[in-house]
């Protein structure tokens, strides 16, 4: 193999990632007493929550859920302030605990890997960074994150824009003065309609460029209260325990009544309840909504018919009614009054299904119909979600085949944890176990201490290299593959199934089966005695030891 002039620093274990999956990964490795250096593109902690500082960004996970289970000590000496933190919040929490277990340390900040080549010879990864220094390491962790990579929506004439042209996967750090401009959005997903709904009270003229309309349920967001945060401190145990068991890896509600197992008026209230109720309180309430079109049908009804009672421009509103897939096909958003934004004088609706958008001018957007001159361009177009951050710098495996020709017609691998031809590579919340479909943080932690248990079984047993054996990761993959079949997500064009990159091989490849479940068949493999993995001796004393 080729080495670089620079020569290369020896340790255990390189991580890549500073989001919550890498933060805890680099905690727990540590604890294992490797020698670790942890890797991250940005200027601190905090993953997708140190780049997303838009107006507006808020989580809309409930703060219990989107928090670690791990340590009884940051839950204890840690207090979210309301139900749905914002950016500022979380960004805090995540400094947090980096102070409060001292993992800055470890961590190469302001740095990008370039590459990462695995040299069988001496059964280690070799992985070189944009700085020109080189890292040897038996093992690597990707917790690179499903949302990491941003994309710039497919129109022609972006960079021709000469006004400030800004993206919420990539705001600025410094205040951005936005008062009375002529301000774009491009995108009405989440993260759109958080900007939307918050710029659209200020000072400024809103342009709304709409290509897909959303379905949104109201967040509801509470304050806590001192009793109840010693109530949640008190019972953190039992909650996290409950979230382990749960589909979605977390605390919201999931049920078993299928939609028509009771009578239209019953149905009636209890959506009335659960959009009063506010939150992801709607999505629990019926056990069959992403598999039977028809409940789904009349659930989508539902919430045009709220859509239709918020915004007081009938025209308007019929505008808005997301319509042609089903709803939670698209990822659920919550707001915090994203309808009623529209009825502001200052607020305007572009609707390019109706009047599709031509190209960015240097001044503006052109659709078919005209220019609307803008001072201000705001891109919430998302991001190349869940492979391509894996696949921004080469990762080479064993017989120099490369990733991206193993990933050539979507990601493979078994659990979205190992791969078959990637020895001692971990990924956390990869692309193929429930990623963005359920609890980031308790995915993360199920995968990471899945791959600390590897490990320990490698250690104690001389054994120097790991990988997925190819008939597992082929099962697993057939499993993914039917349990998306009968899924309505598959029925809408999302970055859920990867459609939002032009060329990008589309479909279902997350784990739709439940978080449960996911955890019930990786604890299931370190039962059967890892005959899963496929495991080599450490070919040298110095590996082994290691």
Not at 64 to 71: E, K, L, N, R
Not at 133 to 146: F, H, I, K, Q, R
Not at 456 to 465: D, K, P, S, T, Y
């Amino acid at each position: 193999m080729e080495r670089n002039q620079t020569k290369a620093q020896r340790v255990d274990m390189v991580i890549v990632g500073a989001g919550f999956g890498g933060m805890y990964a680099t905690w727990k490795f540590r604890e294992m007493g490797l020698d670790i250096v942890s890797i991250e593109e940005g200027g601190d902690v905090g993953g997708v929550w140190y780049w997303n500082r838009y107006p507006g960004a808020r989580c809309d996970l409930l703060a219990v859920d989107y928090s670690y289970g791990f340590s009884e000590e940051v839950q204890q000496d840690w207090t979210w302030s309301e139900q749905f933190a914002a950016q500022p919040e979380i960004l805090a929490y995540a400094n947090f605990v980096a102070d409060r277990l001292d993992l800055r340390k470890h961590y190469r900040f302001n740095t990008r890997v370039e590459a990462a080549n695995w040299d069988d010879a001496r059964q280690l990864w070799v992985v070189r960074t944009d700085d020109g220094n080189v890292l040897e390491a038996p093992y690597c962790v990707m917790s690179t994150g499903p949302l990491s990579k941003p994309t710039d929506p497919d129109i022609p004439g972006i960079s021709r824009f000469k006004g400030p042209l800004l993206r919420a996967a990539k705001w600025p750090h410094d205040p951005v003065d936005l008062k009375g401009k002529r301000i774009g959005v491009l995108g009405t997903g989440s993260s759109g309609m958080q900007i939307i709904q918050t710029l659209g009270r200020t000072d400024c003229e809103l342009f709304v460029f709409q290509r897909t309309p959303s379905f949104t349920l109201p967040m509801r967001n509470r304050k806590h209260s001192a009793d109840y945060t010693a109530e949640l401190k008190r019972n953190y145990a039992a909650i996290r325990a409950a979230c382990r068991m749960n589909p979605t890896g977390g605390a919201r509600p999931v049920s078993t009544r299928p939609f028509f197992s009771l009578p239209p008026d019953h149905r009636q209230e209890l959506m009335e309840e659960a959009w009063a109720h506010g939150g992801h309180t709607f999505l629990g309430i019926f056990s069959d909504l992403m598999t039977n079109q028809d409940a789904n049908d009349q659930v989508a009804d539902f919430v045009r018919d709220k859509i239709g009672e918020a915004v007081k421009d009938p025209v308007l509103a019929e505008k808005l009614k997301p319509r042609g897939y089903p709803i939670f096909a698209r990822r659920p958003c919550l707001d915090s009054g994203y309808y009623e934004t529209y009825n502001l004088p200052n607020v305007h609706l572009v609707d390019c299904l109706e009047d599709p958008i031509v190209e960015i001018t240097e001044t503006g957007i052109r659709t078919q119909s005209g220019v609307t001159e803008l001072d201000v361009l705001i891109l919430a177009t998302g991001y190349d979600a869940l492979t391509g951050a894996m696949l921004s710098f080469e990762i080479t495996g064993r017989g120099g085949r490369k990733l991206s020709e193993k990933w050539q017609d979507g990601p493979r691998s078994l659990f979205g944890i190992l791969m078959e031809g990637f020895p001692n590579l971990f990924m956390s919340t990869g692309p193929n176990g429930p990623a963005a479909l359920a609890n980031i943080i308790t995915i993360s932690e199920n995968d990471v201490d899945f791959a600390a248990n590897v490990i320990r079984h490698m250690q104690r047993e001389g054994l120097g290299a790991v990988e997925a054996r190819l008939a597992p990761e082929d099962a697993w993959m057939e499993q993914i593959r039917r349990l998306a079949q009968g899924n309505l997500m598959t029925k809408a064009k999302t970055w859920w199934v990867g459609a939002n990159v032009k060329g990008k091989p589309q479909g279902m490849l997350m784990w739709t089966g439940g978080f449960h479940k996911y955890r019930e068949a990786c604890e299931a493999v370190a039962a059967n005695g890892y005959r899963d993995l496929a495991f080599e001796p450490a070919k040298t004393l110095e590996a082994a030891a290691h």
